[in-house]
Nanobody, 118 residues
């Protein structure tokens, strides 16, 4: 089993920056990748970004490319989502997930709320 705990959400204004953190624990040696999804009210869950476990390759959704970056600190078992130039449409609950395959994962965090005011 892999456990994930997100933190760093909050209320910001349009144009501001925010960094989310996802700490993994448990069988971290079995983690192949870690990523972020988000779900806005009334909308389906949307992939945001992911980072590979061994090669640190990154994947960023087109909707946030150029504004969001993903990184990891393996010593701390932590993955970060840096969000810059935020927009009201970034408002959502952001979820961390591990071992993502075709947009699905068996391991999810509890989510952290991000609200961007205009």
């Amino acid at each position: 089993q892999v456990q994930l705990v997100e933190s760093g959400g909050g209320l910001v204004q349009a144009g501001d920056s925010l960094r989310l953190s996802c700490i993994t624990s448990g069988r971290t040696g079995s983690v192949s990748n870690v990523g972020w999804f988000r779900q806005a009210p009334g909308k389906e869950r949307e992939f945001v970004a992911a980072i590979g476990g061994s090669d640190y390759s990154t994947y960023i959704a087109d909707s946030v490319k150029g504004r969001f970056t993903i990184s990891r600190d393996s010593n701390k078992n932590t993955v970060y989502l840096q969000m810059n130039s935020m927009k009201p449409e970034d408002t959502a609950v952001y979820y961390c997930a591990a071992n993502i395959v075709a947009g699905r994962s068996a391991f999810w965090g509890q989510g952290t709320q991000v609200t961007v005011s205009s």
